[in-house]
Protein backbone atom coordinates (compact mmCIF):
# COMPACT_ATOMS: atom_id res chain seq x y z
CA UNK A 1 0.00 0.00 0.00
CA UNK A 2 2.87 2.31 0.83
CA UNK A 3 4.42 1.70 -2.27
CA UNK A 4 0.80 2.73 -4.38
CA UNK A 5 0.73 5.59 -2.16
CA UNK A 6 4.15 6.84 -3.13
CA UNK A 7 3.81 6.07 -6.64
CA UNK A 8 0.87 8.48 -6.51
CA UNK A 9 2.52 10.98 -4.93
CA UNK A 10 5.14 11.23 -7.10
CA UNK A 11 2.26 11.23 -10.46
CA UNK A 12 0.99 14.36 -8.64
CA UNK A 13 3.86 16.19 -8.31
CA UNK A 14 4.87 14.86 -11.82
CA UNK A 15 1.57 16.53 -13.57
CA UNK A 16 2.21 19.30 -11.36
CA UNK A 17 5.67 19.95 -12.67
CA UNK A 18 4.49 19.55 -16.08
CA UNK A 19 1.26 22.32 -15.93
CA UNK A 20 4.02 24.77 -14.76
CA UNK A 21 2.67 28.68 -14.62
CA UNK A 22 -0.70 29.16 -15.74
CA UNK A 23 -2.44 32.21 -17.08
CA UNK A 24 -5.28 33.77 -14.99
CA UNK A 25 -7.63 36.62 -16.21
CA UNK A 26 -7.91 39.59 -13.91
CA UNK A 27 -10.64 41.49 -15.90
CA UNK A 28 -12.86 40.82 -19.10
CA UNK A 29 -12.73 44.97 -19.74
CA UNK A 30 -9.79 46.73 -18.16
CA UNK A 31 -10.43 50.57 -17.45
CA UNK A 32 -8.79 51.93 -20.47
CA UNK A 33 -9.78 51.36 -23.99
CA UNK A 34 -9.32 48.62 -26.45
CA UNK A 35 -6.03 48.90 -28.62
CA UNK A 36 -2.44 47.54 -29.00
CA UNK A 37 1.32 48.72 -29.12
CA UNK A 38 1.43 51.02 -25.93
CA UNK A 39 3.22 50.04 -22.41
CA UNK A 40 2.40 48.71 -18.97
CA UNK A 41 5.35 49.40 -16.32
CA UNK A 42 5.95 48.22 -13.11
CA UNK A 43 7.70 51.11 -10.93
CA UNK A 44 7.75 52.00 -7.16
CA UNK A 45 5.94 48.90 -6.34
CA UNK A 46 2.72 50.41 -8.82
CA UNK A 47 1.51 49.11 -12.06
CA UNK A 48 1.00 52.22 -14.97
CA UNK A 49 -0.46 51.45 -17.80
CA UNK A 50 0.86 54.13 -20.62
CA UNK A 51 -2.28 54.43 -22.92
CA UNK A 52 -2.74 56.72 -26.16
CA UNK A 53 -5.69 57.51 -24.43
CA UNK A 54 -4.35 58.28 -20.90
CA UNK A 55 -2.45 56.82 -18.22
CA UNK A 56 -3.98 54.19 -15.20
CA UNK A 57 -2.12 52.79 -12.36
CA UNK A 58 -2.73 50.43 -9.63
CA UNK A 59 -0.99 49.09 -6.13
CA UNK A 60 -2.15 45.52 -6.80
CA UNK A 61 -2.97 44.75 -9.96
CA UNK A 62 -6.83 44.53 -9.57
CA UNK A 63 -8.27 47.93 -8.81
CA UNK A 64 -7.06 50.70 -10.94
CA UNK A 65 -7.22 54.55 -10.88
CA UNK A 66 -7.07 57.13 -13.84
CA UNK A 67 -3.53 59.22 -13.42
CA UNK A 68 -3.23 62.96 -14.56
CA UNK A 69 -0.16 61.96 -16.19
CA UNK A 70 -1.08 62.50 -20.31
CA UNK A 71 0.82 61.33 -23.32
CA UNK A 72 2.97 63.82 -24.41
CA UNK A 73 4.77 61.79 -26.95
CA UNK A 74 1.05 61.45 -28.41
CA UNK A 75 1.36 58.32 -31.16
CA UNK A 76 2.52 55.63 -28.98
CA UNK A 77 2.72 52.81 -31.72
CA UNK A 78 5.96 55.09 -33.66
CA UNK A 79 7.54 56.13 -30.17
CA UNK A 80 8.18 54.53 -26.37
CA UNK A 81 8.67 55.71 -22.63
CA UNK A 82 11.15 54.31 -20.64
CA UNK A 83 12.52 53.80 -17.21
CA UNK A 84 15.60 55.25 -16.59
CA UNK A 85 17.20 56.90 -13.23
CA UNK A 86 14.08 56.62 -11.30
CA UNK A 87 12.08 58.39 -13.53
CA UNK A 88 9.96 57.99 -16.19
CA UNK A 89 11.19 59.34 -19.67
CA UNK A 90 9.38 60.21 -22.82
CA UNK A 91 11.75 60.32 -25.94
CA UNK A 92 10.13 62.51 -29.20
CA UNK A 93 6.96 63.25 -30.30
CA UNK A 94 5.16 61.60 -32.52
CA UNK A 95 1.89 63.10 -34.64
CA UNK A 96 0.32 61.21 -37.78
CA UNK A 97 1.20 58.46 -39.83
CA UNK A 98 4.14 56.30 -41.60
CA UNK A 99 2.87 58.29 -44.97
CA UNK A 100 2.46 62.24 -43.24
CA UNK A 101 3.74 62.74 -39.98
CA UNK A 102 5.27 65.66 -37.49
CA UNK A 103 8.42 64.17 -35.57
CA UNK A 104 9.69 66.94 -33.01
CA UNK A 105 13.18 65.42 -30.47
CA UNK A 106 11.26 66.51 -27.25
CA UNK A 107 12.43 64.58 -24.13
CA UNK A 108 9.96 64.58 -21.36
CA UNK A 109 10.68 63.34 -17.84
CA UNK A 110 8.62 63.00 -14.77
CA UNK A 111 10.01 61.67 -11.25
CA UNK A 112 6.38 62.48 -9.32
CA UNK A 113 4.19 60.44 -11.83
CA UNK A 114 1.94 63.10 -12.02
CA UNK A 115 3.09 65.91 -14.15
CA UNK A 116 5.24 66.16 -16.84
CA UNK A 117 8.59 68.16 -17.27
CA UNK A 118 10.10 68.90 -20.58
CA UNK A 119 13.60 68.56 -20.26
CA UNK A 120 14.66 69.43 -24.06
CA UNK A 121 12.86 70.61 -26.71
CA UNK A 122 15.59 70.08 -29.16
CA UNK A 123 17.61 66.87 -28.01
CA UNK A 124 19.72 65.28 -30.63
CA UNK A 125 17.60 61.57 -30.31
CA UNK A 126 17.49 60.59 -33.70
CA UNK A 127 14.91 61.20 -36.04
CA UNK A 128 13.31 57.72 -36.41
CA UNK A 129 11.04 55.21 -35.47
CA UNK A 130 10.10 51.78 -34.75
CA UNK A 131 12.84 51.19 -32.18
CA UNK A 132 12.52 50.06 -28.60
CA UNK A 133 14.80 52.28 -26.64
CA UNK A 134 16.36 50.07 -23.12
CA UNK A 135 18.59 50.74 -20.47
CA UNK A 136 22.09 49.14 -19.98
CA UNK A 137 25.15 50.14 -17.84
CA UNK A 138 23.24 53.22 -16.95
CA UNK A 139 23.06 54.71 -20.41
CA UNK A 140 20.00 54.41 -22.59
CA UNK A 141 20.43 52.72 -26.06
CA UNK A 142 18.84 52.69 -29.82
CA UNK A 143 19.63 50.03 -32.08
CA UNK A 144 18.16 50.62 -35.69
CA UNK A 145 14.60 51.97 -36.26
CA UNK A 146 13.54 53.47 -39.48
CA UNK A 147 12.12 56.66 -41.22
CA UNK A 148 10.05 57.11 -44.10
CA UNK A 149 13.23 56.24 -46.32
CA UNK A 150 15.04 53.66 -44.84
CA UNK A 151 15.43 51.22 -42.02
CA UNK A 152 18.85 52.12 -39.90
CA UNK A 153 21.90 49.75 -38.89
CA UNK A 154 23.29 51.91 -36.15
CA UNK A 155 23.03 51.49 -32.46
CA UNK A 156 23.50 55.12 -30.41
CA UNK A 157 23.76 55.35 -26.50
CA UNK A 158 23.06 58.50 -24.24
CA UNK A 159 23.13 59.30 -20.55
CA UNK A 160 20.67 61.70 -19.96
CA UNK A 161 18.48 61.52 -23.46
CA UNK A 162 19.35 64.53 -24.71
CA UNK A 163 22.71 64.12 -25.73
CA UNK A 164 22.90 60.83 -28.35
CA UNK A 165 26.23 59.15 -29.75
CA UNK A 166 26.09 56.97 -32.52
CA UNK A 167 28.41 54.48 -30.94
CA UNK A 168 28.29 51.54 -33.97
CA UNK A 169 27.57 53.16 -37.47
CA UNK A 170 26.50 49.20 -39.35
CA UNK A 171 26.12 46.51 -36.88
CA UNK A 172 26.23 42.98 -38.02
CA UNK A 173 22.87 42.21 -37.69
CA UNK A 174 22.03 44.81 -40.52
CA UNK A 175 18.83 47.19 -40.98
CA UNK A 176 16.16 46.23 -38.48
CA UNK A 177 13.42 47.99 -36.69
CA UNK A 178 10.97 46.81 -33.66
CA UNK A 179 13.80 45.10 -32.30
CA UNK A 180 12.83 44.03 -28.87
CA UNK A 181 15.95 43.81 -26.45
CA UNK A 182 15.44 42.31 -23.00
CA UNK A 183 19.05 41.88 -20.34
CA UNK A 184 18.95 38.26 -19.06
CA UNK A 185 22.01 36.65 -16.82
CA UNK A 186 24.18 39.75 -17.32
CA UNK A 187 23.85 39.36 -21.71
CA UNK A 188 21.51 41.58 -24.06
CA UNK A 189 19.65 39.64 -26.45
CA UNK A 190 18.22 41.58 -29.79
CA UNK A 191 15.19 39.67 -30.66
CA UNK A 192 13.56 39.86 -34.47
CA UNK A 193 12.47 36.68 -36.09
CA UNK A 194 16.50 35.82 -34.96
CA UNK A 195 18.67 36.47 -32.24
CA UNK A 196 21.51 38.63 -31.04
CA UNK A 197 23.49 38.60 -27.72
CA UNK A 198 26.07 41.24 -26.50
CA UNK A 199 27.91 41.72 -22.85
CA UNK A 200 28.45 45.18 -23.48
CA UNK A 201 26.27 46.41 -26.20
CA UNK A 202 28.95 46.89 -29.06
CA UNK A 203 29.80 44.04 -30.49
CA UNK A 204 27.04 41.26 -31.50
CA UNK A 205 27.10 37.42 -32.13
CA UNK A 206 23.76 35.39 -33.42
CA UNK A 207 22.82 32.93 -31.56
CA UNK A 208 20.11 31.47 -34.32
CA UNK A 209 19.16 32.69 -37.50
CA UNK A 210 14.97 31.77 -36.83
CA UNK A 211 13.31 31.31 -33.49
CA UNK A 212 10.74 29.32 -34.95
CA UNK A 213 12.54 27.45 -38.01
CA UNK A 214 11.01 27.23 -40.73
CA UNK A 215 8.67 30.51 -39.31
CA UNK A 216 8.67 33.99 -39.60
CA UNK A 217 7.70 35.88 -36.51
CA UNK A 218 6.88 39.15 -35.53
CA UNK A 219 4.81 41.64 -33.51
CA UNK A 220 5.40 40.20 -29.99
CA UNK A 221 6.42 41.56 -26.30
CA UNK A 222 9.53 40.32 -25.11
CA UNK A 223 9.77 40.10 -21.06
CA UNK A 224 12.03 37.90 -18.52
CA UNK A 225 10.75 36.01 -15.59
CA UNK A 226 11.85 33.15 -13.79
CA UNK A 227 15.11 32.69 -15.30
CA UNK A 228 13.71 32.79 -18.94
CA UNK A 229 12.96 35.07 -21.96
CA UNK A 230 9.44 35.36 -22.42
CA UNK A 231 7.61 36.43 -26.07
CA UNK A 232 3.83 36.89 -25.85
CA UNK A 233 1.73 37.67 -28.55
CA UNK A 234 3.06 36.31 -31.76
CA UNK A 235 2.70 37.00 -36.08
CA UNK A 236 3.39 33.71 -37.43
CA UNK A 237 3.56 33.67 -40.60
CA UNK A 238 1.32 36.11 -41.14
CA UNK A 239 -1.24 34.58 -38.72
CA UNK A 240 -1.45 35.89 -34.92
CA UNK A 241 -1.62 32.93 -32.32
CA UNK A 242 -2.42 32.32 -28.53
CA UNK A 243 0.77 30.45 -27.86
CA UNK A 244 3.59 32.38 -26.32
CA UNK A 245 7.31 31.08 -26.83
CA UNK A 246 10.17 30.97 -24.00
CA UNK A 247 13.55 30.24 -23.74
CA UNK A 248 16.53 29.74 -20.94
CA UNK A 249 19.26 30.62 -23.83
CA UNK A 250 17.52 32.49 -26.04
CA UNK A 251 18.89 30.06 -28.65
CA UNK A 252 16.44 26.89 -28.04
CA UNK A 253 12.78 28.24 -27.49
CA UNK A 254 9.65 26.29 -26.44
CA UNK A 255 5.68 27.09 -27.07
CA UNK A 256 3.23 26.99 -24.53
CA UNK A 257 -0.52 27.52 -25.00
CA UNK A 258 -2.22 30.88 -23.64
CA UNK A 259 -6.13 31.27 -22.77
CA UNK A 260 -6.44 33.86 -24.09
CA UNK A 261 -7.43 35.25 -27.78
CA UNK A 262 -4.74 35.45 -30.66
CA UNK A 263 -3.17 38.65 -30.89
CA UNK A 264 0.10 40.93 -31.35
CA UNK A 265 1.43 44.11 -29.77
CA UNK A 266 0.37 43.43 -26.38
CA UNK A 267 1.53 45.72 -22.97
CA UNK A 268 2.91 43.33 -20.57
CA UNK A 269 5.67 43.79 -17.41
CA UNK A 270 7.05 41.52 -14.72
CA UNK A 271 5.07 43.01 -11.18
CA UNK A 272 5.12 41.36 -7.88
CA UNK A 273 7.22 38.24 -8.98
CA UNK A 274 4.53 37.60 -11.94
CA UNK A 275 3.91 39.06 -15.91
CA UNK A 276 0.99 41.35 -16.42
CA UNK A 277 -0.77 41.37 -19.84
CA UNK A 278 -3.42 43.58 -21.20
CA UNK A 279 -4.23 44.81 -24.65
CA UNK A 280 -3.25 43.60 -28.10
CA UNK A 281 -4.55 43.42 -31.75
CA UNK A 282 -5.89 40.66 -34.07
CA UNK A 283 -6.84 40.56 -37.81
CA UNK A 284 -5.38 42.05 -41.44
CA UNK A 285 -4.35 38.60 -41.98
CA UNK A 286 -6.09 36.31 -45.05
CA UNK A 287 -7.91 34.43 -42.73
CA UNK A 288 -9.08 37.44 -40.53
CA UNK A 289 -9.23 40.62 -42.24
CA UNK A 290 -11.44 42.57 -40.13
CA UNK A 291 -9.28 43.92 -36.90
CA UNK A 292 -9.92 43.19 -33.11
CA UNK A 293 -8.58 45.24 -30.36
CA UNK A 294 -8.73 43.97 -27.13
CA UNK A 295 -8.28 45.82 -22.80
CA UNK A 296 -8.90 42.28 -20.87
CA UNK A 297 -6.05 42.08 -18.44
CA UNK A 298 -4.29 38.57 -17.68
CA UNK A 299 -1.38 37.60 -15.30
CA UNK A 300 1.26 34.28 -15.50
CA UNK A 301 1.69 33.45 -12.31
Known amino acids: MRTITTLLLLLSLQSM ?14 PWPKSYNYQLFSFRDTLWVLHPKGVWYSTDGQKWK ?3 LGNPIYNHAFLDYILFNNELMGLGYFKGNIEQFEFRPIIFSSTNMRSWDTISKASRLPQRFFYHPFVFQNQLWIIGGEDKQTSFADIWKSSNGVQWQQVVKEAPFGKRSNSQ ?9 LLNNDVWTSTDAIHWEKLTDAIVP ?4 FGYTAVVWKEHIWLLGCNRNGRFSSEVLYSKDGKKWQAARAPWSPRGGVAATVFKGKIYMTGGKYGGTPDH ?4 YSNDLWVLE
Request: proline letters at 3%; hydrophobic letters at 40%; glycine letters at 6%.
Open 17 to 30: AQQGPKWRKISNAA
Open 66 to 68: ASA
Open 181 to 189: VVTHNNKLY
Open 214 to 217: GQEI
Open 289 to 292: TEFI
